[in-house]
């Protein structure tokens, strides 16, 4: 008991106490905001197209609902309205709701359609 005493009299100070630098809790990797661009980025391929397959006659102003498997997100696309025609180029702007895990967020949005049929992102910028 008195070899414990011993130790004990000798007391604990924080003052005296040493951060131990060597320890670890937890870290972020780089790669992080990596994947979230690539996520971002397929997500906007969903929406461009959702809205470039929409069939504007048939849906009366009616939102387009997309959804994407491959990173969880959903919303839909409002507002769409096209410009232009086949000789002077279609173009298709709109607005449209992103649901992920990151929260909900509007962005506004054009595609326009390229020289060889395909559509192109031309804007896509959060609101």
Same mark, same amino acid.
Do not use: L, M
């Given at each position: 008991m008195l070899v414990l005493a011993g130790c004990g009299a000798g007391g604990f100070s924080l003052e005296k106490a040493e951060v131990d630098r060597s +320890? $670890? #809790? /937890? @870290? +972020?990797? @780089? /790669?992080t905001n990596n994947a979230i661009d690539t996520g971002m980025a397929s997500d906007? %391929? #969903?929406i461009r197209n959702a809205a @470039? @397959? %929409?069939d504007l006659q048939g849906l009366a102003n009616q939102a387009v609902p997309w959804a994407n498997s491959a990173t969880g997100s959903r /919303? &839909? +696309? &409002?507002a769409l309205a096209e410009t232009g025609d086949a000789s002077k180029g279609r173009c298709r702007q709109?607005? $449209?709701s992103r649901e992920s895990y990151d929260g909900v967020t509007m962005y506004k949005g054009a595609i326009c359609m390229t020289p060889v049929g395909t559509w192109? &992102?031309?804007e896509f910028k959060a609101l």
């Open positions: +320890i $670890v #809790t /937890g @870290s +972020i990797s @780089s /790669g906007e %391929a #969903t @470039s @397959s %929409a /919303g &839909t +696309i &409002t709109f607005d $449209v192109k &992102t031309q």
